[in-house]
């Protein structure tokens, strides 16, 4: 308990007020040889809630610099932990740039623990050049997935395991510009459609609707599996006035497949009623 409120008061501190001093004294304590194993696991976390761009950073350098694995680890989760603090009931784009500095330091490591970790931490926060930074790495791993499976590049397979955990919907508008300037049978096209199904969201199923709209039918297995993601009431709004719209779809088995996923998200709702 006492740790408890002690670490809340802490990462409150560190976020309203952070303080370059007090970061280095956490630092020192982690350092320290004789430090607590309580002090080293839950030092961590608290640094971790308090998602600043600062206490970020600190755990990045430690997660890098770090040659106990245990400890390591306690390191990646705190990071992750700062990824997915939502503080303020938002996403925090101010926490990407010292990741993504991070990212194209240590790619070149190709240390895969610490790869998956900043890539993870990138995706989750999803701020737009974050999400760019990864779509670059996937790029640059091949023309195909099978090309980027059998080079097996540890920075590049982080990106793409990465890459289906966006749900930032900033990062839906940079999304839709990546499927639109790439191939249906391009990895960057995939992981875009894969990120825009499953942020949601009017803008993100705008995007898919209006590529839905002039895709042929080799790619009905991608409508298939995007257009079952439809969940929101906007999105569904937004399917069913492209169906109502008279402009004929370039194919007529993706505006069916359309329908049906549809239907099948408008039947899932009603079982859901009181």
């Known amino acids: 308990m006492a740790w408890l409120l002690i670490g809340e008061a802490l990462s409150l501190r560190l976020r309203e007020q952070p303080d370059p001093d007090t970061l280095e004294a956490i630092a020192a304590a982690l350092n320290a040889a004789d430090a607590s194993p309580a002090l080293r696991q839950q030092l ?32 990646q989760e705190a990071i992750e932990t700062a990824a997915n603090t939502q503080w303020g009931q938002r996403f925090h784009p101010e926490l990407s740039p010292p ?5 194209s330091e240590q790619w070149l490591q190709q240390d895969p623990e610490v790869l998956n970790t900043l890539a993870l931490a990138i995706a989750r926060i999803g ?25 097996r590049q540890p920075h590049v397979l982080a990106a793409v395991q990465a890459l289906a955990s966006v749900r930032n919907p900033d990062a839906a508008a940079l ?28 803008a993100a199923t705008q995007a898919l609707l209006d590529w839905a709209q002039n895709a ?12 079952s993601r439809l969940r929101d009431n906007r999105s569904i709004a937004l399917a069913q006035a492209r169906l109502a719209n008279k402009q004929p779809f370039r194919s007529e088995q993706i505006r069916s497949i359309l329908e049906s996923s549809l239907d099948a998200v408008r039947n899932e709702l009603r079982k859901q009623l009181p």
């Open 216 to 227: 042929t039918a080799e790619t009905s297995d991608l409508a298939r599996r995007w257009f």
């Open 127 to 151: 701020a737009p050049d974050g999400v760019n930074l990864l779509l670059d790495t996937l790029a640059s791993g091949g023309a195909s997935i099978e090309e980027i499976e059998a080079a």
């Open 44 to 75: 961590p976390l608290i640094v971790a809630r308090a998602a600043t761009p600062e206490t970020l950073s600190l755990l990045i350098d430690k997660v890098i610099n770090e040659t106990d694995l245990e400890q390591r680890r306690l390191y």
């Open 175 to 202: 999304l839709r510009q990546r499927m639109e300037h790439s191939q249906p049978e391009n990895p960057v096209f995939l992981a875009s459609g894969n990120a825009l199904a499953n942020i949601g969201g009017p």
């Open 99 to 103: 990741l993504e500095a991070a990212w």
